[in-house]
């Protein structure tokens, strides 16, 4: 059964804290990415890795970086955290070459207050 | 900027009616997926149609995909409670260095009366 899996449902932090959000898959996949999901809106795109160590910024990459060390694993960091962060984030991943479907974690509903 | 935009935004049908939903895009694209979201949970792949399909089927779910008027639509037929739930459609912007950047609309959130 595959999977992707981050490491927290929910969240609360304190504006001007540093963030970290985990994503782990086990599927080997080479594409990853983080969204952020608001009502109204939809998904917007973050950050997207293709490779180990490589990152590509999305649409709304401001006030986020992110860190790829290992395939499975791909990092939300949110240097300072501000409310205008608080979001329902989600990651996925899926295999780089071809028609393929992406795989979703099951979203970190992050609060910054 | 959204590649894929989803309308009616929103949609209320009676149980075992058709619910159709349409999703228009801005660029070329290599395939068109629509997903699905329960309520405060992660999304779930329900089917990709290439760029050069033009119909595809997937027990109550049929998706048509019209590369001339950019746009894609997604019915399912027969609708129960169950499928009440916000549905997205997603595309591929052209690959960066080998990977795919997969953007996704802003959704059509359907509910089903029982």
Redesign the interface.
């Known amino acids: 059964d595959v999977k992707?899996t981050q490491s927290s449902r929910y969240l609360v932090k304190r504006t001007g804290e540093k963030v970290f959000l985990e994503c782990v898959q086990d599927m080997d996949h080479?594409?990853m990415?983080w969204?952020r999901q608001d009502p109204?809106?939809?998904?917007?795109?973050i950050y997207?890795?293709?490779?180990v160590k490589?990152k590509?910024k999305?649409?709304i990459p401001e006030g986020y970086s992110v860190s790829r060390e290992k395939k499975e694993r791909f990092s939300l960091i949110l240097e300072s955290a501000s409310t205008n962060q608080t979001s329902?984030y989600?990651c996925?991943s899926?295999r780089?070459?071809g028609?393929?479907?992406?795989?979703?974690?099951?979203?970190t509903?992050l609060t910054v207050v | 900027?959204?590649q894929g935009e989803e309308d009616p935004?929103a949609l209320s049908i009676q149980e075992g009616e058709n619910a159709t939903m349409n999703c228009s895009y801005k660029t070329s694209i290599?395939?068109l997926?629509w997903?699905r979201q329960n309520s405060?949970?992660?999304?779930?792949?329900l089917i990709?149609i290439?760029s050069n399909e033009r119909e595809k089927h997937s027990g109550r779910l049929r998706v048509t995909l019209d590369t001339s008027k950019k746009s894609s639509s997604l019915l399912i037929t027969a609708s129960r409670a169950a499928d009440t739930a916000s549905y997205?459609c997603?595309t591929d912007a052209i690959p960066?260095?080998?990977?795919?950047?997969?953007?996704?609309?802003?959704?059509t959130r359907l509910f089903v009366k029982a």
């Open positions: 992707v080479e594409n990415f969204y109204g809106l939809g998904l917007r795109l997207f890795s293709y490779d490589m590509e999305g649409d329902m989600l996925a899926r780089r070459q028609a393929h479907e992406a795989f979703f974690g099951q979203g509903r | 900027s959204q935004q290599n395939n997926q997903y405060g949970r992660g999304l779930v792949h990709l290439r997205f997603a960066l260095g080998g990977g795919f950047k997969t953007i996704f609309g802003a959704g």
